[in-house]
């Protein structure tokens, strides 16, 4: 039976997350607070996303915003203009990051291109992910592209309401227990949960019993053993 897959981009699809981790480091090098460890650091930066992520959406632009509303926060030596040029270079390098696809990703969708209906189901800034997908390689494979600003209950209805689509016949896969198992299991779709080392910890949350629609599988081409 045809299928409908709902398939994330960022940790799913390619690397995304190690970059902005790479950016963190650099940055609390920059601030080089002279009492707080990078954890405490961290912390702080979490504070302000959990906010502005509201707000403002997900991707290397807010990321570098909330860089530079951590930087005002916790600078011990004033705010610098050379500092606050550092802080938009990280996010300019990250929204121009070469793409590194997962092993197996594209042998993979061009299996399952021909047998299900293929969609990418992401958040984040619209153009900024519509920009990766296409210089992914991987735009071909799908039938639909979906960019919501955040993934929870309401948005995977959504989704199904706008295209007239059946819960028990859609499958969301990804990475993150937040975005895309718990809230689309809530919604009755079915999902595939294939766990990356560096998911963002902001993603985390325990899944919860999927009552026969979980599947949890290691890498991303197991999903043609099972659809």
């Known amino acids: 039976m045809r299928l409908h897959l709902f ?39 979490d504070e302000i996303e959990h906010v502005n992520n509201r707000i403002h959406g997900y991707g290397a632009a807010n990321f570098a915003r909330n860089l530079r509303e951590c930087y005002e926060r916790l600078s011990e030596r004033g705010v610098q203009p050379a500092d606050l040029d550092q802080i938009e270079e990280y996010g300019r390098r990250l929204m121009e990051h070469p793409i590194e696809l997962l092993d197996g990703v594209g042998e993979t969708l061009a299996e399952l291109v021909g047998r299900h209906e293929l969609t990418v189901f992401t958040k984040g800034d619209t153009r900024e992910q519509r920009a990766k997908i296409e210089r992914s390689g991987l735009s071909g494979y799908f039938h639909h592209t979906t960019i919501v600003k955040e993934k ?42 294939i766990p990356h080392p560096r998911t963002w910890h902001l993603e985390h949350q325990e899944v919860r019993d999927g009552a026969g629609r979980l599947l949890v599988l290691e890498r991303f081409p197991e999903l043609r053993k099972h659809f």
């Open 152 to 193: 929870d209950t309401a948005a995977y209805r959504g989704m199904l309401a706008q295209r007239g689509l059946e819960a028990e016949r859609c499958w969301m896969v990804g990475n993150s227990p937040k975005s895309d198992i718990n809230p689309a299991l809530e919604a009755g779709l079915g999902a595939v949960y």
């Open 7 to 45: 398939i994330d981009a960022d940790d799913t699809l390619w690397e995304n997350n190690i970059y902005f981790e790479r950016v963190f480091e650099e940055f609390a090098g920059l601030l080089g607070h002279s009492s707080l460890t990078a954890a405490e650091v961290r912390a702080a930066l």
